[in-house]
């Protein structure tokens, strides 16, 4: 770690948040995109959450570049302020899809619960062209976290998609628009998929598939915790006690999705 980056990192420990963010900005003045990724990758190896708050303030003040790169960063760093921080600059960049993909896949990675209504939320904006292209790192991330009040969510996004295909023009079909909601279809069916275990060719058979196993998926879903001190997550199932001095990253009601729906992204 660079002297810089050192003193940096102790103005922020030591200091109120104002002053450590002014010191950070200060100290990053006059530094390449590249030196400003890797001065934030570096200071965010220090897990503390006033760390984490204040590299987050790169992904609202700097260039598209660093802003994407330092969200993927912070998606790496399991702490609860790390969600915090992206859940916060979801709603900001919802327009600029490189920077929503790069958030998404930050929360995708994190896996905390938490995030998932406000990822939720996105999916009724599949209408916006500025945000649809943003949407597949969306849909990948709740399956991803894994949360059951996701399905309701994704088998609405689903029907939404199936009212907009067939009124895009046929002989436009190699066009973006057709492409994307093909493309999001197919994610929407892995990501229900990966969440319940489950499997439909189309929106009812999903809905009946849900409403019909529901109750004993809840059941049988098992819980993840992140313990405070040691940062390490432990998993529980029903039943088990909650383990000491930690926090709930989230319940899940089948294994994890699987990795050729996450690789590459």
């Known amino acids: 770690m660079g002297m810089k980056t050192m003193m940096v990192l102790a ?15 200060e ?12 001065a ?29 790169d330092v969200a993927r960063a912070i998606g790496k760093v399991d702490h609860p302020s790390s969600v915090d921080v992206l859940v916060k600059a979801l709603s900001r960049h919802r327009k600029t899809p490189g920077v929503l993909g790069a958030i998404a896949r930050g929360l995708g990675d994190l896996g905390w619960e938490r995030a998932a209504p406000s990822l939720n939320k996105l999916l009724s904006d599949v209408g916006n062209e500025d945000i649809r292209s943003g949407l597949t790192d969306v849909v990948v991330a709740l399956a991803q976290i894994g949360s059951e009040s996701s399905v309701e969510p994704l088998i609405n996004f689903l029907n939404t998609l199936k009212g907009k295909l067939p009124k895009l023009n046929p002989k436009k079909r190699l066009g973006s628009s057709w492409q994307e909601a093909e ?3 197919k994610y929407a ?33 098992t819980s993840t915790w992140w ?24 319940k ?14």
């Open 189 to 221: 069916m892995a990501a229900l998929a990966s969440i319940t275990g489950g499997s439909g060719k189309n929106v009812p058979e999903w809905r009946t598939y849900w409403s019909r196993n529901r109750k004993e998926l809840l059941a049988s879903a």
């Open 252 to 265: 899940r009601l089948t294994a994890p999705p699987p990795a050729s729906m996450t690789e590459g992204r």
């Open 27 to 38: 100290a990053l003045k006059g530094a390449s995109e590249e030196e400003r990724i890797e």
């Open 227 to 250: 313990n405070r001190k040691t940062m390490d997550r432990t998993v529980t199932s029903r039943g088990e006690k909650k383990p000491s001095n930690s926090l709930l990253v989230g």
């Open 40 to 68: 934030a990758r570096e200071a965010l190896g220090t897990v503390h959450e006033k760390v984490i708050k204040t590299v987050g303030k790169l992904i609202h003040t700097d260039t598209e570049k660093v802003r994407v």
């Open 183 to 185: 493309l999001l279809t």
């Open 11 to 25: 103005a922020i420990l030591c200091g109120n948040q104002d002053e450590a963010v002014k010191t950070f900005h």
